[in-house]
C-alpha cells in the first residue's frame, strides 16, 4: 500500500480556503486517490476521489500534479461546521480500489474559527 | 435510499464477554468491512465480507470475527472481551467491485457502534 504523509492538524478561519496536502510518494500506476471526512462520532464520509489532473465537486476540488506523488484537497470558503478530521487514502490492490479494506491513517484535523 | 445501518448504538460489556454487533448496508451493494476506532491507533480495518465470504482480513487476533448473510447483512462478533477493545466499531458498505479498468467505488459507512468494556 502507498503510504500517504499528511499534516497533523490545521487551523483556519471561517469564509477561507483551505488546502491540506497528502504526500503519497509510492503510488502505483492503477491507484486512486481519495478523501474521506469524518466528524466527531460519526462514520467517515467520501469528499472526492481523482486520478490526475484535478476533479471538482460540490464541496471541493481535488488536485493532482502530473507525477501523482502528491495531491491538495481544497475546501473553498470553509465554515464551522467543515471542522473534521480528513484522510487521504491511496490504494494498491483490486479490493481497495472497490472501496473495501481502506487503510486509514492519522488524518488531518481541521479547525475552523469564527 | 437508506444508508448504512449498525445497531445497537452504545453497548456496555463486562470483560470477558462477548458481544456481536450488527450493520444493514446500502441495497445492492454486497461488500461489508468492518472497523475499529480508538484514539491510540485510529481507524483499523478489521475485515471485509462479500457475497458471504471473508474477502480481506486485517491484523486482528482471532477473538474478531464476522459473517454475512445472503442480504448482505453482516454482523461482527468480539469474544473474551478486554478492556482495549473499547472502541468506535464502524462498518461500510459499497458495491464492491472493480476492474483495473473502473473507477473506484467509494464506501458508505454506517454511525457506528460504540462499545464500552468495564
Known amino acids: 500500500l502507498a503510504k500517504t504523509t499528511q499534516p497533523i492538524s490545521m487551523d483556519s478561519y471561517e469564509g477561507q480556503e483551505v488546502n491540506i496536502t497528502c504526500s503519497h510518494n509510492?503510488?502505483?500506476?492503477?491507484?486512486?486517490i481519495t478523501w474521506y471526512q469524518q466528524f466527531p462520532s460519526q462514520g467517515p464520509r467520501f469528499i472526492i476521489q481523482?486520478?490526475?489532473t484535478k476533479v471538482t465537486n460540490e464541496v471541493a476540488s481535488l488536485f493532482i500534479p502530473a507525477d501523482r506523488k502528491s495531491s491538495t484537497l481544497s475546501l473553498p470558503r470553509v465554515s464551522l461546521s467543515d471542522t473534521a478530521v480528513y484522510y487521504c487514502?491511496?490504494?494498491?490492490?483490486?479490493?481497495?480500489?472497490?472501496?473495501?479494506?481502506?487503510?486509514f491513517g492519522k488524518g488531518t484535523t481541521l479547525s475552523v474559527s469564527s | 435510499k437508506a444508508g448504512v445501518t449498525q445497531t445497537p448504538r452504545y453497548l456496555i460489556k463486562t470483560r470477558g464477554q462477548q458481544v456481536t454487533l450488527s450493520c444493514s448496508p446500502i441495497?445492492?451493494?454486497?461488500?461489508v468491512s468492518w472497523y475499529q476506532q480508538t484514539p491510540g491507533q485510529g481507524l483499523q480495518f478489521l475485515f471485509e465480507?462479500?457475497?458471504?465470504?471473508?474477502?480481506n482480513k486485517g491484523n486482528f487476533p482471532g477473538r474478531f470475527s464476522g459473517r454475512q448473510f445472503s442480504n448482505s447483512r453482516s454482523e461482527m462478533n468480539v469474544s473474551t472481551l478486554e478492556l482495549g477493545d473499547s472502541a468506535l466499531y464502524l462498518c461500510?458498505?459499497?458495491?464492491?467491485?472493480?476492474?483495473?479498468?473502473?473507477?473506484?467505488?467509494?464506501?458508505?459507512f454506517g454511525q457506528g457502534t460504540r462499545l464500552t468494556v468495564v
Open positions: 461500510a458498505s459499497s458495491l464492491g467491485e472493480a476492474g483495473w479498468e473502473k473507477k473506484n467505488t467509494e464506501a458508505f
Open positions: 509510492n503510488i502505483a500506476t492503477n491507484d486512486y
Open positions: 481523482g486520478y490526475k
Open positions: 487514502l491511496v490504494g494498491e490492490h483490486l479490493f481497495y480500489q472497490a472501496g473495501t479494506a481502506l487503510i
Open positions: 465480507y462479500f457475497s458471504e465470504t471473508q474477502r
Open positions: 441495497s445492492g451493494h454486497r461488500s
